[in-house]
């Protein structure tokens, strides 16, 4: 029923809950065999794969659908959750109880949650032979699994035994993980996907209990080091030309180089039978230079540990359970069609797996927690005015926006300023840029009746947005200062008789309502800023690093603020606040750009900032801000320093989103600023430069001028005499180059600036 689930975050979502509460079934039911009760079947992960469908599609080596792959990454995705600290449920009702059961299933021991884990990396074990096309996610977290089991266990030294102080339990599991292991080396031969070979040898060899080889059987094909190292030749030499993106050679080819020195170094049968594959993938052509010096290495590692048993350590590091591996990431690096279909399946499960096990808390539940003062709170949006104060009818207008469906609500509200009451106002919005009605007309229209003096009225106009693009609303009011009046008609208000006539007439007269004259008003312009589309992109530095040269679309601007302060205060480390000369860009972390680093370089008053957003429709753009200060003019040096000069680079993934900004510099400047930094044209930049060189030979000149000069050299009058030995007055020269000097006033300036900081601090204390 679950695979039919046509929305894939609605399948996800009922496959992380299936998958939790199978886990915490089968904690159950081992804690209740642990306490002597009978068994109960139908309780173990394995119930999971009853059905013949599911249980056909998981040991088969293709399928027509991705549900296996799902469904085996939410149940790994939830184990990995399971070792984690379980969250504190304070609220009552079933979320809390499923918690609870979880955290007193695993409340007895740490490792309970490995028999579970055990039990799903020994049910899953076909996915390794699987024929995704190309997609290796499932794959990855199944072997991620069984590492981090293995290094739990250290199968490296073998089955503990009970005078080892190891419990039933724990011998029980260990004897099963090995077994796990040697099927799993038999099923190197069968694996499909090139990229997961070179990653199933990595998880065995470096895991695999080498001591407990039986020596008899080391001519046997059957036996698993053997198998091994055929598998590995098999990578080290195979070239797949038809599928070069298919695999990963540069990475399989490292992996496999990495297995060799770790075995090699561990047993000695080992290191006989690699050396003789390494020389000759050595003298190949399909080794470049680095692997060839790689190859080098190796063997020498390996000969000396052979010469010095002693010394295996040198060779072979302890297993730490890291497992290198992962899909890849990187959009610019890895395009194909299989990568990305690993993305979005690791975004999908990853986004169910944390909303269901780690909720974020809602607003309230911070206010109930944290109370008022709670940051993540966002604060009310403020009003913009669109009349002036003078009109009759004042009207000011905020926004709310919707990324996830691409909305954007106009809140306005109108103020009748007048004596009178008002029994009718229009509001006409149009609109500009990428904005449409969602009843696809061209303008909105609202009518307001009886609005009383000084009384507010209230109305809202909802929009949707269909890209990154300038946009702006524009709001007109119509109010009819007549509307509803009294003008004479041909019917009576009282009655008459007309003497001459036979018969009596009536005749009313009634008052008829009209419209009148309406009296319009203009507004200005209600637009919506460029960053109200952007969302906070969270990446790592060296990610953001690696996309950024690959971003195909540049550009670059200059910008200047003033900022208070001088000498110390101007650049002193303060321990809780922001440096002085940041305060132009002091509205930034409220804006939607997720800060990826920052070097601040506090002495010399400058800084590097590195940004990472996205637009509502996926989008990337990224920025970069470089800011220097500058002297103040007719000062002496170490004097006021106000003037930040900051070189803004962006880069995006589309060219489009840079034209956009790019259209009105300034006011994209004042979007994200908050109106602190002003805009720089290059012509008055290199300007400001020309002329700061001009002043700067000026002054250069004028100090060599008021040099005296050089005194030539006095002739001794008796060169037969020696002249007796003058102490040495202390030189102005130095030998220090121009690098050595600058880095020993950098560090004269760090310690002047600890000390008066040091003395500031004394001063407020006492």
């Known amino acids: 029923m679950v695979r039919n689930l046509r929305a894939e975050s609605d399948r996800m979502h009922a496959l992380a809950c299936i998958c939790r509460t199978a886990l915490c079934v089968d904690l159950f039911a081992k804690e209740s065999v642990r306490r002597g009760q009978k068994p109960h079947s139908g309780t173990d992960i394995a119930s999971l794969f009853e059905d013949p469908r599911i249980k056909e599609d998981l040991n088969s080596v293709t399928s027509n659908s991705l549900f296996r792959e799902e469904l085996v990454a939410s149940l790994v995705e939830s184990c990995f959750q399971l070792s984690l600290p379980l969250p504190s449920q304070k609220s009552s009702g079933t979320e809390s109880r499923v918690i609870g059961a979880l955290a007193y299933g695993t409340g007895y021991g740490a490792m309970n949650w490995t028999e579970s884990a055990l ?119 195979s070239v797949d030309s038809s599928a070069p993106t298919a695999t990963n050679r540069l990475q399989d080819v490292q992996a496999v180089l990495l297995c060799a020195q ?44 052979l010469t010095h048993p002693g010394e295996r350590w040198a060779g072979a590091p302890s297993a730490r359970g890291d497992y290198p591996f992962s899909h890849h990431k990187l959009t610019v690096q890895y395009s194909e069609t299989s990568t990305a279909q690993d993305r979005k399946l690791e975004g999908l499960v990853r986004t169910a797996i944390q909303e269901l096990w780690r909720p974020v808390p809602s607003e309230l539940t911070l206010l109930l927690t944290k109370g008022i003062d709670s940051t993540l709170v966002k604060p009310p949006p403020s009003a913009f005015a669109l009349t002036g104060s003078s009109d009759p009818c004042y009207v000011e207008a905020y926004h709310l926006t919707d990324a996830n469906d691409g909305r954007l609500t106009l809140h306005l509200k109108v103020l009748n300023l007048t004596e009178q009451e008002l029994n009718r106002v229009d509001i006409r919005v149009g609109l500009t840029g990428a904005l449409h009605f969602m009843d696809g007309s061209p303008q909105a229209f ?61 005749h009313r007269r009634t008052s008829k309502p009209e419209f009148g004259e309406p009296v319009v008003l203009r507004c200005q312009p209600y637009k919506i800023p460029l960053t109200e589309l952007l969302l906070p992109h969270k990446c790592s530095p060296v990610e953001y690093f690696r996309i950024w040269p690959s971003l195909p679309a540049v550009l670059e601007f200059t910008g200047a603020y003033t900022y208070e302060g001088s000498g110390f205060k101007a650049t002193a480390a303060l321990e809780s606040e922001a440096p002085p000369f940041l305060s132009g860009l002091k509205s930034l972390p409220s804006k939607p750009f997720h800060q990826v680093c920052s070097h601040i370089l506090r002495t010399v008053a400058g800084f590097q900032l590195c940004y990472s957003s996205r637009t509502w429709y996926g989008g990337f753009l990224g920025m970069m801000i470089f800011g220097a200060s500058e002297v103040s003019r007719n000062v002496d040096l170490g004097d006021e320093t106000t003037t930040m000069m900051c070189k803004f680079v962006l880069r995006a993934s589309d060219a489009s989103i840079l034209n956009e900004i790019s259209a009105d510099l300034q006011e994209w400047l004042d979007d994200f600023t908050d109106e602190g930094v002003e805009y720089m044209p290059e012509e008055e930049v290199k300007a400001a430069a020309v002329e700061r060189l001009r002043r700067s030979m000026e002054q250069i000149a004028i100090l ?51 000390q008066m900081f040091r003395t500031e601090q004394t001063t407020k204390v006492n």
């Open 262 to 305: 770790h075995l090699g170094s561990r047993y000695s049968r080992a290191a006989q039978l690699l050396t003789k594959e390494l020389e000759d993938f050595r003298s190949s052509n399909l080794a470049d230079s680095v692997n060839k010096h790689q190859c080098r290495l190796i063997l020498q590692i390996i000969k000396y540990i």
């Open 446 to 506: 609202r009518q307001l009746h009886h609005l009383v003096s000084q009384e507010p009225a209230l109305t809202s106009v909802t929009v949707g947005v269909s890209g990154f693009e300038r946009c702006a609303l524009w709001v007109q009011v119509l109010y009819y200062p007549f509307y509803g009046m009294s003008v004479a008609g041909d019917v009576d208000d009282g009655e008459f008789l007309e003497e001459d006539s036979t018969h009596t007439m009536r």
């Open 704 to 754: 060599k001028a008021a040099q005296p000069p050089p005194q030539p050299p006095k002739e001794e009058e008796d060169n037969n005499l020696i002249p007796e030995e003058k102490p040495k007055e202390p030189s102005t020269l130095t030998t220090l180059t121009a690098e050595e000097a600058e880095h020993r006033a950098l560090q004269v300036a760090i310690l002047q600036e600890w």
């Open 119 to 237: 039990e799903v990396v020994e049910v899953c074990r076909p996915c390794v032979i699987w024929d995704c096309e190309g997609r290796t996610y499932a794959m990855d977290c199944y072997l991620k699994l069984l590492v981090r089991l293995c290094h739990i266990y250290d199968t490296r030294g073998g089955v503990k035994k009970v005078k080892d102080g190891a419990s039933q339990d724990q011998i029980l599991n260990e004897t099963r993980l090995h077994g796990l292991q040697k099927q799993l080396i038999k099923d190197l031969s069968q694996v499909n996907t090139p990229r997961v070979c070179a990653r199933l040898i990595w998880a065995l060899a470096e895991h695999f209990d080498l001591e407990g080889l039986d020596p008899l059987l080391a001519d046997d094909p059957e036996d698993p080091l053997n198998i091994i190292i055929s598998n590995m030749h098999k990578v080290l030499f």
